[in-house]
């Protein structure tokens, strides 16, 4: 089983909007709607932003979005801001028989 | 809403073992899934097994089958993840994470625990 295929970087201004994707297969994020993404700044405890593919915790700004279309998931950060500026990493429930859950590579968002 | 705090960090030598610890800073976590989630230097995040708190049900990934031990206390406040065996390249950041019911999504994470293996 391998990770899901994230960009290793994307980069936009403040108030523009960025796009990163987390590429699967058939056994992960193409067989069910259980994407997650998760923001991980340095020193703190990595936070739930979107699961179910497009759902938001309670307390996510509304500028965090999700979409999946087949095997591909991809997280949408709208008018960006310079807090947003962390590492994400997109999840998927997997049917593989050696883990359970697979992680993305890991996307570093840079706010210039 | 409840909060994982996790051991403090470890320095251990090749071929120990390792326990790490996740306390529920309020009441318990019945109901819950707790994950256990590293990341090593540089690295991803990666899955390596869970624990249903209500039966004490585990899962492992393959990657760490028979290395790796999850358990919790009859009080179910705590949970914990022994790793045995270390190597080098366990060194890494090891996270709980928590899974309310059967959601297949990690809502709540503790702080962290650096686990470094050196000689």
């Known amino acids: 089983q391998s990770a899901l295929t994230q960009p290793a970087s994307v980069s936009g201004s403040p108030g523009q909007s960025i796009t990163i994707s987390c590429t699967g297969s058939s056994s992960d994020v193409g067989a069910y709607n259980y994407v997650s993404w998760y923001q991980l700044h340095p020193g703190k405890a990595p936070k739930l932003m979107i699961y179910d593919v497009s759902n938001r915790p309670s307390g996510v700004s509304n500028r965090f979005s999700g979409f999946k279309s087949a095997n591909t998931a991809s997280l949408t950060i709208s008018g960006l801001q310079p807090e947003d500026e962390a590492d994400y990493y997109c999840s998927s429930f997997t049917s593989s028989s050696t883990l359970a859950y697979v992680f993305g590579t890991g996307t570093k968002v840079t706010v210039l | 809403q409840v909060q994982l705090v996790q051991s403090g960090a470890e320095v251990k030598n090749p071929g120990a073992s390792v326990m790490v610890s996740c306390k529920a800073s309020r009441n318990t976590f019945t109901g819950y899934h707790i994950h256990w989630v590293r990341q090593a230097p540089g690295q991803g995040l990666e899955w390596m097994g869970c624990?249903?708190?209500?039966?004490?049900?585990?899962r492992y990934a393959q990657e760490f089958q028979g290395r790796v031990t999850v358990t919790r206390d009859t009080s179910i406040t705590t949970a914990s993840m022994e790793l045995s065996g270390l190597i080098s390249d366990d060194t890494a950041l090891y996270y709980c994470?928590?899974?309310?019911?059967?959601?297949?999504?990690?809502?709540?994470w503790g702080q962290g625990t650096l686990v470094t293996v050196s000689s």
């Open positions: 994470a928590g899974e309310v019911g059967v959601t297949k999504n990690f809502h709540l």
């Open positions: 624990i249903n708190i209500n039966n004490g049900g585990t």
